[in-house]
């Protein structure tokens, strides 16, 4: 992986089969230590994507910071360009098998996010996010 100075990673950094990184136009990837990002994972930046220390992947996890613009319907969607934003994932956080994380996205320190949610907006530190009967609910964190 080649991208000069658009991406930045800390020690132990690992990634299993499958792992993938688009960095286009101004984007940038800042990766924190200790990261895990388990099978078939991928980040594509066009705006700016943080991921704090110690934060653990399952398997087919997307991270995009960007979306197709679609509000001129004369005009196919293709040819409309992108809206860029950015996506930050705090530190100790796991992020379960077959989660999206879209553009504007703020999770926390210490959070879970379930196994197949799409992530969009904020998630406060210490929360697991989960989809339960077709609803997503958030869940505060009990510590000893």
């Given at each position: ?75 196919p969607i ?31 320190d210490n ?34």
């Open positions: 992986m080649i991208y000069g100075k658009r991406f930045h990673h800390g020690k132990r950094f690992q990634f299993r089969k499958g792992f993938s990184l688009g960095i286009e136009g101004q984007g940038h990837v800042e990766v924190g230590d200790d990261c895990f990002f388990n099978n078939y994972c991928s980040i594509v930046s066009q705006g700016n994507i943080k991921i704090g220390d110690g934060t653990i992947f399952g398997e087919n996890v997307k991270i995009y910071d960007h979306n197709h613009r679609f509000n001129d319907i004369t005009r293709k040819v409309q360009g992108y809206s860029v934003g950015t996506v930050e994932i705090g530190n100790h956080c796991w992020i379960g098998s077959n989660v999206t994380i879209l553009k504007g996205t703020k999770i926390g959070c879970v996010i379930g196994a197949g949610c799409v992530v969009s907006g904020e998630i406060p530190n210490g929360m697991i996010l989960k989809q339960s009967k077709n609803i997503f609910e958030k869940i505060r964190i009990i510590s000893k």
